[in-house]
């Protein structure tokens, strides 16, 4: 028996499920700490490679600033919201 890890398993972190369809991909950082700040979001478009998230006021008002995802987890994410 060897002591390398499995190429193929998940790694800490990693927002990629192992087999797609086996979970949902996590939630951006960013998106995550607006939320946690007392701030709601909704995703405004995505497309083949980005994603446009809306980061919008505690009252889910007025936006504050859009965030792009370009990271391809991310992407499938926004995809799924």
């Known amino acids: 028996m060897s002591d390398e890890a499995d190429p193929r398993a998940p790694h800490p972190g990693d927002a990629t499920p192992a087999h797609p369809g086996d979970a949902t991909p ?36 007025e936006c504050v600033e859009l965030l792009r995802l370009t990271e391809p987890a991310e992407v499938r994410w926004a995809r799924v919201q």
Do not use: K, Y
């Open 26 to 61: 996590a939630q951006p950082e960013a998106v995550e700490r607006w939320e946690t700040a007392g701030g709601t979001w909704r995703v405004a478009s995505v497309g083949e490679g980005s994603a446009v998230v809306e980061l919008l006021r505690c009252d889910g008002g």
